[in-house]
């Protein structure tokens, strides 16, 4: 350990010295080959992990020591001119890749669009189509019913409780697919419904308690659901916990939203780290909050369940 902070000491004192001895060079030459050395210079912070207000402080520090050494007024204005352009450049990666982030987060967003509205296609034809067919089979079964003996006819209407069942389930994955509710009403009674549907078909346990209420932007509706139906999916099919609390709560323009089960948890790095966990959708879940700027914390180990907290700005 303290070799490790030794080494990020030496590290550190080692880019400071080198980006003030570039700034001094450009302050007196000026020239075209010191603003590339100020973009590498950038370049290597960011890929050591330093802040923008880090790399700012750096040059302020450096910008102080320059004007004190400096003599009149005209040189001090030049120190200040050439310290912003060094600064400027450096600081271009950054800038580089905050644009190619929000390009990635538009694109994600997008594509979640589109999903939804596949989604939205695929559950009104499961709920409709599928509808139809049944009643036509019904009208079918009907006609060879009525020329049956009796026995015949029981069985018949033993098919007819079968398709009964059919057109329930077809219902009930139609609406966790896409849910009316979830446009209707908002995303709290569309979890609700979606978790009485889980309760009832994988006997677990939900509890929903919510300090907010009112209607979100659609966009963040739909997330917040998606990400708390992969939850409770997780929570049923992986993790075999028989409860699950869900809660919901808003703190000034954040809000909150934790599922927390009682499951056999799992080692997050581990998971992470194998693509063969992927049915997990920890990922899909991460690229879902970050296309509307929430983030997703995932605290869980073997043994002892899994707790998701969600955060999302609401404003």
Known sequence: MRVAASIGKESQRSFEDAYRSALRTYVVRSGEEELIHAYELGRQGMES????????????????????????????????????????ESLSPYEMARRGFQDAVEALRQLNETLEEEIRRIAHSVHDESGQ???????????????????????????EQLLDQVEEQLRRYSHELRPTILDDLGWIPAIRFLADSVTKRCNLRIQIRTRFSGRLPGAIEIALYRVVQEALANAAKHSKASQVSIQVRRAGRVLSCSVEDDGSGFDLRAVQSDRRHSGLGLIGMQERLSAIGGTLSIDSAPGRGTKLLIRVPVQ
């Not at 790399?55 to 910008?63: C, F, K, T």
């Not at 007024?73 to 200040?80: D, P």
């Not at 009525?146 to 069985?155: A, I, M, N, T, Y």
């Open 49 to 88: 992990g330093k802040s923008l207000l880090e790399i700012a402080s750096l040059n302020q520090v450096i910008l102080l020591d320059l004007l004190n050494e400096a003599q009149g007024t005209e040189s001090r204005m030049e120190i200040l001119r050439a310290s912003a352009c060094f600064l400027g």
């Open 133 to 159: 067919l049944l009643v036509a089979v019904r009208l079918a079964l009907a006609d060879v019913e009525r020329g049956l003996p009796k026995p015949q006819q029981e069985q018949c209407k033993q098919i």
